[in-house]
T-cell receptor, first 116, second 112 residues
Framework: GAVVSQHPSRVICKSGTSVKIECRSL??????MFWYRQFPKQSLMLMAT?????????EQGVEKDKFLINHASLTLSTLTVTSAHPEDSSFYIC????????????FGQGTRLTVV | QKEVEQNSGPLSVPEGAIASLNCTYS??????FFWYRQYSGKSPELIMS????GDKEDGRFTAQLNKASQYVSLLIRDSQPSDSATYLC????????????FGTGTKLQVIP
């Protein structure tokens, strides 16, 4: 399957600081990427849809000024958690779809964010 | 509100048995259906995709879709301890835009 790389895999930051997470499609171009958040023992919750060259589309209840998404190229989307607080601690996962005849989404490795 | 329902489990099966995982969805217009496997602390891994009614087999895995009943299932034959994980059902609208909705997952335990 297609490869999606997410970095970092684990990050600890202080409350009030910002954290950037990168999501790269390594062997295909992705005009659309998705950002999910998963709390322990819960399912994946879609946060936003990242579109190359345009503004991201955020799901209801997700603060766009807190979770900044930049999809600057066809292979890279970034999620920045601004002014992080302990309640933002979670597992953040990106996914991308190769497109064309392939409609399955492939996931990055995920980023475990801990805000202390 | 589009919903995807799964029994949270855990579903325990002995090694070598068939594990049957079920999923129902509320959006009758859904066209794409996926099963993902997620190990603890890891991101989901795609196992199967199915788009039309009937069965689709891939190795030890068989996905079954019944759009009239809004039901999709995953059968795992000859279950192995390494199959122990949480299995997520995901449902999408079809077409090129795959904004899928995930179920909460079923935890499977294969007992040696």
């Amino acid at each position: 399957g297609a490869v999606v790389s997410q970095h970092p895999s684990r990050v600890i930051c202080k409350s009030g600081t910002s954290v950037k997470i990168e999501c790269r499609s390594l062997d295909f171009q992705a005009t659309t990427m998705f950002w999910y958040r998963q709390f322990p023992k819960q399912s994946l919750m879609l946060m936003a849809t990242s579109n190359e060259g345009s503004k991201a589309t955020y799901e209801q209840g997700v603060e766009k000024d807190k979770f900044l998404i930049n999809h600057a190229s066809l292979t890279l989307s970034t999620l920045t958690v601004t002014s992080a607080h302990p309640e933002d601690s979670s597992f953040y996962i990106c996914s991308a779809i190769p497109g064309g005849m392939n409609t399955e989404a492939f996931f990055g490795q995920g980023t475990r964010l801990t805000v202390v | 509100q589009k919903e995807v329902e799964q029994n949270s489990g855990p579903l325990s099966v002995p090694e070598g048995a068939i594990a049957s995982l079920n999923c129902t969805y509320s959006d009758r217009g859904s066209q794409s259906f996926f099963w993902y496997r997620q190990y603890s602390g890891k991101s989901p891994e795609l196992i199967m995709s199915i788009y039309s009614n009937g069965d689709k087999e891939d190795g030890r895995f068989t996905a079954q879709l019944n759009k009239a009943s809004q039901y999709v299932s995953l059968l795992i034959r000859d279950s192995q301890p390494s199959d122990s994980a949480t299995y997520l059902c995901a449902v999408g609208p079809g077409g090129g835009y795959q904004k899928v909705t995930f179920g909460t997952g079923t935890k499977l335990q294969v007992i040696p």
